[in-house]
Each structure stands twice: as C-alpha cells, then as structure tokens.
C-alpha cells in the first residue's frame, strides 16, 4: 500500500495533524480535500495508520479502482499522482521521520546517542532501513539494524517485517546466546563473530544494550583509537 511505504518510518504530531486541517472523531482523525480533478474529494482517515477514499461527487459514490493499480488508464494515474502528492505534503508538515520502523529499535537509537553520542549511518541506498552503528574513533561497525521478513530467521513462510540488531560477540558467550529463542545467527554476517537479536519487545531495551555495549567494547578492544574508513 502507498501510505505504508510512505510513512513506514513517521511519526505524527496530532496538534501539526488539526493544523492542517484534519479533525479529531473519537478514535480517528478526519481530512476533506477538493481536488484539483474537478468534481471529485479526497477523504483521508488516520487511525495508527492513513487510509482513503475519493469520492466522484457528481454521482456521490467512491471511485472502486482507485487502489487497485493493475488497472490503469490516464484518469486514475492523475487521481493516485495527486493523492501521492496531498500525503508527501502531510508526511512532510504533520510529524518526523524515525531511523527505523519499530518502536524498540528506535528507543535502542536514543540511548546509543545518549551513552556514546553516535547515530546510525545508512550506506545501503537500495536499504533505507539497514542502518549502521560505528564507534565513532575507528569508525568500525559494531551493530547492524535491518527490517526484513521473519522467515529469513525462522525458515518459515512468515512475510512479516521485522527490525533485527546484529552485533559482535565473543567466541565465549555466542554458544551461550544462539541457546536462547530471539538469537540467531548473524544474518548477512560473518556467523563466528556477529549474532542477531529480534527487535520486538522479546527482550527489555536494557538487556539489548547491555550486548551492544560488548560489542562495541570488542571494537575498542581491538581498534582503540585508530581511525580508519573500513568495516
């Protein structure tokens, strides 16, 4: 869907929300367009999430293909290009944009820039959810966050999307992690010296930081302060 993609990483400022006009029922929030297809309104409904309907006002009935792409035809190109165009602006003027899709991973992003004053970088412009953590002297990487399908971590036909955290371990406490249900191996990594941990409220914010923290004291350990551009 168009507004997933659009606003998989946003946050909304309900206050920014009502300023732009949308107004407050009950649960939900309302927005009413005219659009510039003369004759036809744009309704937009958030609710943890934006859905729409247009409206052909001559007839007072909604418009059935509008979401359904496989049928094309210049009309209904105009009406999406248009629509695409109202929820750039709201993406734009009614909140901010995260680092990454789930709540945890974001919260874990806070504390690394309140403990160690660094952020993520995002190399991947194929991956704009594949965030990189460096320790900011060596520039090495010492956690690696990915949205990507469940199945790849539990061979299974799961399509949901998921944040994971890959991060280094030592030899010593690998054994002992990839034991515990959320750990993986690392995926995308090297399996001796990075693991994967699932990023859903399976294991407490402090618990995580607690792993990313030897991971990037295994960086230090190994780089001290020797600044370089590699991996």
Known sequence: ???????????????LLTDYGFEKNNE???????????????????QKGFSAKIIDEDFGSEVLNFYNEKIQSSF?????????????????????????????????????KDLFNEEPDF?????????????KNSHKWYGLIMNVPRKVLDKNDDETP??????????????????????????????????TIILDDTFSDDFIMERLSESRKIIINKYGNKKTNNK
């Open 28 to 46: 939900y929030y309302i927005y009413e367009k005219e659009l510039k297809t003369k004759g036809f309104k744009l309704i937009i409904k958030y």
């Open 123 to 135: 190399p991947f412009k194929k991956y704009d959810g594949c965030g990189v953590i460096r320790e």
């Open 76 to 112: 209904l190109n105009t009406l999406r290009e248009e629509y695409k165009d109202i929820l750039m602006d709201i993406k734009d003027k009614c909140g901010k944009e995260n680092y990454f899709i789930s709540q945890q991973a974001n919260r874990l992003m806070i504390m690394i």
């Open 162 to 195: 998921i944040d994971i955290l890959n991060i280094k371990v030592s030899d010593e406490k690998r054994n002992d992690l990839i034991k515990i249900n959320g750990f993986y191996p690392g995926y995308h990594m090297n399996h001796k010296n990075w693991i």
């Open 1 to 15: 869907m168009i507004e997933e993609e659009i606003f998989k990483k946003w946050i909304p400022n309900f206050k």
